[in-house]
C-alpha cells in the first residue's frame, strides 16, 4: 500500500506545475461561467482525523469543504491561496527553492501590506493557506519546492544520488565522518537510493546517544542504517524512514524512556495529529521499539539508581497517551504508561552510559538480537 | 596571535591526559605534605570579563581563585571536580567521546544520588566543574572528549580529513549535495583541512537562506565557504571560523537587520561573555558584516515595505548592545543600533527574497563587491 502510494507521489515538477495549472484554469472556468471560482479541500481539524486500523496510521476523513471567493469570510484567503499557488507554479518553473518566510516575501512584494504574517511563520502548526494546496492537490510542500525545517542525521550502508541545483552528486553515508548526512527538508524529488545494503534502520532520539553509536561505528558492525531525529522528527526524516520501510528494513526505534521519547517513537509510526493530512506518506506503521522502556529497570539492575524523577508535566503527558485509542489498544504500551504513572520515574536513553559508555551498543545488539521490540 | 595560540591548544590526547594526571598528582603531593589538596583557576563571574583591545575579544581577567577541598563550601564541589578529571581521562584512554549527560550519567553511577543533576545539563550556560577543567588545564571541554551540542553546516571549496573512530574519511564539502556537511562538535582533534581553496568565508545567519545560496551554487559561482551556524553559532562553528580565519580568508558575515541577528555576529567576533574563557579561540575579530543594515532601506527602495515593526524586546535588546563599550566604540554600529530604536523597524533576511529568490545573491554579490561592510 505504502510502496504503491509513494509512486504517486513523486511527481516531476512538470507535472506538479500541472496540477497547479488545472486548479487555475478550472477556476478560470468557473469565472467564465459566471460562478464564483471555488475549490474543495477537506477539513483538517481534529474532528476529521480518524486513525486507520487498516494501514495503521492518522489519516483525515471524508469531510471535504469547499472554498469560494465569492464569500465575505473567505474571499481574502481564497486571493491569498490563489497567489501562493501562482508563486509555486512559478518557484517550480524556475527550479528554485524557498521556505515558508520566502514566500511569504514574495507575496508581501507583490500584494504589500495586506497579508497575515503569522500564516507564514515556521513555527506555526499550520499554514493554512499551503496546506490547502496541500490537500487539493494531493502534493506535499516539498514537492511545490517548499523547503521545510530539516534536522536529524543518518550514517550508515547506503548511498543516495542527490540531483540538485543544477548539479548530481552520491552521497556514501558510510564516508561522513564524525557528522553524517544531514538530512534534508526534501528526500523524494531528486533523491534517489543508488544502494541500501543494510540489515535494518536504528532510529535514535538523541544526537549525543548518536554520535556515540557513530563514534564505536555501530552501522558497519550491525550493518545497518543510523538516523538520529534530533528529538521530534522532521517532515524530511519521517519521510526518509517511510521510503527505506518500504524498501523492506525493519525500522527499530530507539528513545527515552518517558512520554515525549515514547512519542517520538508514535509520530514516526503512526503519524501526528497535525500531518494526519500526509497520512502514510510520513507515517511508518512497520516501526518497532526497542527501548528504553519502564520493564528495562528490572532487567537492568542499574538503572534503577540512573532513573530521575518524572516531573507532573511528564506524567500529565503520560495520561494524555493512553487516552490515545491507537496507543492504548496495544497491551504492552498501556502498561508501561501506568508504570509511568505508578512510579513517576523516567530514564534518560543517556543512562545507559552509567556503566561504561560501551554499554549503549551492547543493551542494543542484546535486545535487538532477542527481538524484545514493543510495536 | 591566534595562529600562535592555536597550535598550542591542539594537543593530542596523550598530551591531555598527561595534564589531567598532572593535576592529579600535584594534588597527591599536597595530601603527603599534610596540605589541602587545591587547584587554581580563573574567576569567571561577569567582573572578571574584559574586552582586550589588542586582541580584540573577550576574555578573562586576571582574578584567579583556589579551590581547596578542606573548606566546607567547596568539598563536595572539589570532589566532584576530580571525579570528572578522573572520568576525563579515562575517556581520553578509551579514544571515546560523550556529552555532559552521558559524564553526568558515569558519575551517578559511581558517586550515588550525591549529584547536582542541573549542573550536568547541556542546557545549562555554565557547567562550573568543567569550567573549571577546561580553564585550570587550558584546554577546550572537546579536548577532553566531552562533545557539546553541534549545529551548523558548511559547503564549498574545502576538503577536510576527518579521523574517528578508527577510520579515517576526506569530507569534500563541494560535494554535499542539498544538505551541505554538518559541523561537528569538535573541529580540532582529529580534523585536518587537506585543502582549502577559497576567497573568503560567508557566514550566512539563517539556514532557509543558506539553503537558497547552496541551491544556486553561491560557494561554487563566487569561490567561497558558505557557513550557516543556524542562529547563534555554537561552539564547533565558532571554532572553524576561527581556523579559517587563521587561513588568512577574510570572514563576511550575513545577518537579519535587528539586534539578534547583529549579536550573532557580535559573538562570532569578539566572543560572548559565557565564553569569555575560551577567548581568541573561539573568537574572530577580523570578521565583518555585510548586512543586512538598516542602511540598506535607503538603498533598495523595496526593504521599506517588507520591512516589519521591532517589538519592545527587540528594541531593549539593541539598547543593550549600545551599552556594550566594544561594540558603541564603533560609529556606524552606534548609528545602526540607533536606528533602530527611533524607527522601531527591523529586516528579515528572507525579505531580500522579495523581488525575486535570486536577489539574496545579487544583494551580496554588489556589497562584497564594492566591501560595503561594517566592522
Given at each position: ?42 477539513l ?15 489519516r ?7 472554498r ?34 520566502g ?59 542527490d ?36 540489515d ?44 527505506l ?72 503527558r ?11 489498544r ?35 545488539r ?10
Amino acid at each position: 500500500m505504502a510502496e504503491k502510494k509513494e509512486k504517486t507521489k513523486i511527481d516531476s515538477s512538470a507535472e506538479i506545475a500541472d496540477k497547479l495549472t488545472n486548479l487555475g484554469e478550472a477556476m478560470i472556468k468557473e469565472i467564465n461561467a459566471n460562478q464564483s471560482p471555488s475549490f474543495e479541500t477537506r477539513l483538517r481539524g481534529r474532528g476529521n482525523v480518524i486513525y486507520d486500523e487498516a494501514i495503521g496510521c492518522l489519516r483525515l476523513g471524508e469531510k471535504n469543504e469547499t472554498r469560494t471567493f465569492v464569500n465575505v469570510g473567505q474571499a481574502k484567503k481564497f486571493m491569498q491561496t490563489v497567489a501562493v499557488a501562482n508563486k509555486c507554479k512559478k518557484f517550480l518553473k524556475e527550479g528554485a527553492h524557498t521556505s515558508i518566510r520566502g514566500l511569504f516575501y514574495q507575496l508581501k512584494f507583490s500584494l504589500g501590506e495586506d497579508l497575515d504574517e503569522e500564516l507564514f511563520s515556521e513555527q506555526s502548526e499550520s499554514n493554512p493557506l499551503i496546506e490547502d494546496l496541500e490537500v487539493t492537490l494531493d502534493v506535499k510542500r516539498e514537492d511545490l519546492n517548499l523547503n521545510t525545517d530539516r534536522k536529524g542525521v543518518v550514517a550508515g550502508p547506503m548511498t543516495l544520488k542527490d540531483k540538485f541545483g543544477g548539479g548530481e552528486v552520491e552521497i556514501d553515508c558510510t564516508k561522513q565522518g564524525r557528522s553524517g548526512w544531514m538530512i534534508p527538508s526534501d528526500v523524494d524529488n531528486g533523491m534517489e537510493f543508488k544502494s541500501v545494503d543494510a540489515d535494518y534502520v536504528l532510529v535514535v532520539e538523541k544526537d549525543a546517544i548518536w554520535q556515540r553509536l557513530n563514534e564505536e561505528r555501530y552501522w558497519e558492525k550491525e550493518n545497518c542504517i543510523l538516523i538520529t531525529p534530533k528529538g521530534q522528527a522532521s517532515r524530511g526524516c519521517r519521510r526518509l524512514i517511510r521510503r527505506l520501510a518500504n524498501k523492506k528494513l525493519p525500522i527499530i526505534t530507539f528513545c527515552d524512556c518517558d512520554a515525549w521519547g515514547w512519542y517520538i517513537y508514535w509520530a514516526i509510526k503512526t503519524g501526528s495529529m497535525n500531518l494526519a493530512y500526509l497520512a502514510n506518506d510520513i507515517s511508518t506503521p512497520e516501526a518497532r521499539f526497542v527501548g528504553v522502556t519502564m520493564s528495562d529497570i528490572k532487567k537492568y539492575d542499574f538503572l534503577e539508581k540512573l532513573t530521575i524523577k518524572a516531573k507532573d508535566i511528564d506524567v500529565k503527558r503520560a495520561q494524555e497517551m493512553l487516552d490515545y485509542p491507537w496507543i492504548s489498544r496495544h497491551k504492552d504500551w498501556t502498561r508501561e504508561l501506568k508504570m509511568v504513572l505508578d512510579t513517576k520515574k523516567k530514564i534518560e536513553q543517556d543512562a545507559l552510559q552509567g556503566p561504561r559508555l560501551s554499554f549503549v551498543g551492547e543493551y542494543l545488539r542484546e535486545k535487538i538480537g532477542k527481538k524484545e521490540f514493543l510495536s
